[in-house]
């Protein structure tokens, strides 16, 4: 699969006892992804007149950079999911509503092309966490000097940011001490 862009499937194409595609190897996802493990899985599709209901498997590993200390550490990916997929005609921009949660579970397609690159990308990017962490006690990097404080204590003196309010507190001791209390 050289052009992964276009990897998909037309709907007329899916026979009426379902569908099975297996993948593997796949790491070319584009450059917001940076894939250290390739991935593999499958995708059933099963066409119920003009929606697919697909259940899916993908199972990777992904380099991330951690918000706290910058690093770069590897978050492994394998993840079971169900997907309704719908004709993009059939969704209606007009009303606003509330959706229930098996809503949520739902893609779309355009001129009876269901791609399967845009599914697997927009399945990982679901799986992936909302704060990068390389572990949940990263104690980040110094304010100071940039030392990664994982990896050994940096001899800065500590850096406290002055109140707006320490004014405040000047000013209620000064009246203390006019008062002579």
């Not at 993908?58 to 951690?66: A, D, H, M, P, R």
């Amino acid at each position: 699969m050289k052009d992964l862009k276009n990897w998909g499937i037309l709907l007329e194409e899916i026979p009426p006892e379902g569908l099975k595609i297996e993948f593997q190897d796949i790491s070319n996802l584009g450059e917001d992804l940076n894939i250290k493990q390739p991935f593999s899985g499958y995708f059933k599709l099963k066409k119920l007149g003009i929606e697919v209901k697909l259940e899916g498997f993908l199972k990777g590993v992904i380099t991330l950079e951690c918000d706290r200390c910058l690093a770069l550490y590897d978050f492994p990916i394998e993840h079971k999911f169900n997907i309704d997929i719908k004709p993009l005609a059939s969704l209606n921009l007009e009303e606003e509503k509330e959706l229930s949660e098996e809503e949520m579970e739902v893609s779309f397609y355009e001129n009876s092309w269901i791609s399967f690159y845009d599914l697997l990308k927009e399945e990982i990017f679901l799986n992936l966490p909302y704060k990068n962490l390389c572990n949940p006690d990263c104690k980040g990097i110094c304010p100071i000097c940039g030392a990664n404080l994982n990896e050994n204590p940096c001899n800065c003196k500590g850096y406290k940011k002055e109140s707006p309010f320490s004014i405040l507190k000047n000013i209620f001791l000064n009246k203390n001490l006019e008062k002579g209390g």
